[in-house]
């Protein structure tokens, strides 16, 4: 054998029995070509977005706990499937649960971490020749309840496991060739990229570019496995997510994102005594919420505003934790607003060039797109938008940096 590939095929790639046959046959494809295979399935379509909806109907707030046994039945569905579709093609396989190849994890439901991952079972199954298909997204704790990892989860898995299998490449099917400089539905002149940086794809990823899930990306960074993003429609080659490389810094900005999936939260007239800060995000974060971005202003009456952005997924967690806490700090108030988008600019380029922040700022003033938040990290620059300003903010950027052009 030529050593071990391990794919991940996303939801789309899976969405109907003709797709899992589609994804079987490549599979099979690889295996004839000498490789062990090892396969992380998402669940079908819209599947978890389903089971989101059931849950809704029901509460707002369901137990994390169920939540996860409920979320976990949709990859059980397709890695069944794609079992049957590998056996029709001739092919012995074999279908595994996370609990059954030993991924555990911490007790975070909903957004677990991998603690630690077996190989056992699978080094077995491949010895006696089979294709070992992996639910994605699903693992363990330590007493015995099945977890979740996190929308977007078995990216995780599929990287976790190349890690511990030592695999040649894990590749990550979609329904798209690869990565873009834009999303190709909001700019028409996007253009795929050959190949990104680790540090990039993170922070596109954690922008809302909905590619990879974030974390699985800082994995494969820290462990240097080479990723593939590509498309289980055709036989292009994608991609390729890997070390920073020198020529990579010659290119000023990568991508540009929108990310709407966040809302604002500003509490007001907080008293401006040291350690209150510390204190409320020390109470937010308790919750298990994740704060992105934080302004205060200056004050001049002895109060300020505190503004910060959260996904909006956790906003009803978010309104409990932020009214108690305005409370407690003598506060006059929380307001929301999830009328807003993040667009963001990204590149490994701006750690050795200047003035990418004032092109950004130039191409929304030339579209009075007004400027809500800002922030920046040593390879990004994010403003805060309003929602319906986001798609002529991004075009207006891609245009300015030309990203469209081949560098
Ligand atoms: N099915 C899960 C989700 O939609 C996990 C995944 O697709 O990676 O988030
Ligand atoms: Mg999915």
């Excluded at 090892?38 to 707002?60: F, H, K, W």
């Excluded at 093609?89 to 630690?116: C, E, M, N, P, W």
């Excluded at 400089?181 to 540090?199: E, N």
């Excluded at 994010?382 to 319906?388: D, L, Q, R």
Aim: aromatic share 4%.
């Amino acid at each position: 054998m030529k050593g071990i590939v391990v794919q991940k095929y996303g939801g789309t790639s899976v969405k109907d029995t003709r797709r899992i046959m589609n994804a079987a046959c490549r599979v099979v494809s690889y295996r004839k070509k000498g490789y062990d295979m090892v396969v992380v399935v998402s669940a079908l379509g819209d599947t978890t977005d389903e089971l989101i909806e059931l849950s809704r109907q029901i509460t707002e707030e369901p137990v994390e706990r169920e939540m996860d046994m409920l979320l976990s039945t949709g990859e059980q569905i397709s890695i069944a499937l794609l079992a049957m579709a590998i056996h029709k093609l001739g092919y012995d396989a074999i279908s595994f649960t996370g609990t059954q190849v030993g991924i555990v994890t911490d007790t975070s439901h909903t957004k677990a971490r991998i603690i630690g991952m077996s190989s056992d079972r699978i080094k077995r199954a491949l010895k006696k020749g089979k294709i070992v298909i992996v639910a994605g997204f699903q693992g363990q704790n330590q007493e015995q309840d099945i977890t979740t990892l996190g929308r977007g989860g078995s990216d995780m898995t599929a990287v976790a496991l190349a890690k511990v299998l030592r695999a040649k490449v894990c590749e990550i099917y979609t329904d798209v060739d690869g990565v873009y400089t834009a999303d190709p539905r909001v700019v028409s002149g996007a253009r795929k990229l050959d190949k990104i940086s680790y540090d990039e794809m993170l922070e596109l990823a954690s922008l809302g570019a909905q590619v990879m899930q974030a974390r699985s990306i800082e994995v494969a960074k820290k462990f240097n496995i080479p990723i593939h993003v590509r498309s289980s429609l055709s036989g292009k080659e994608g991609t390729w997510i890997t070390k920073e490389e020198r020529k990579m810094e010659e290119v000023l900005v990568s991508g540009v994102t929108a990310n709407k999936g966040e809302a604002k939260v500003t509490i007001c007239a907080v008293p401006d005594k040291p350690g209150l800060a510390s204190k409320i995000f020390t109470t937010i974060a308790k919750a298990d919420i994740n704060v992105d971005m934080i302004i205060q202003n200056v004050s001049r009456t002895g109060r300020t505003d505190l503004s910060f952005t959260v996904p909006t997924s956790d906003l009803a967690k978010v309104r409990r934790v932020a009214e108690a806490i305005s409370k407690k700090v003598g506060a006059k108030g929380v307001m929301y607003d999830k009328d807003i988008a993040k667009v963001s600019v990204v590149g490994v380029g701006m750690r050795s060039h200047t003035g990418v922040a004032a092109k950004m700022f130039g191409a929304l003033a030339e579209k009075k797109v007004n400027i809500g938040m800002i922030s920046t990290s040593e390879i990004k620059i994010s403003c805060v938008v309003k929602k319906s300003h986001a798609a002529k903010a991004v075009q207006a950027i891609h245009k300015k940096f030309q990203l469209g052009k081949k560098k």
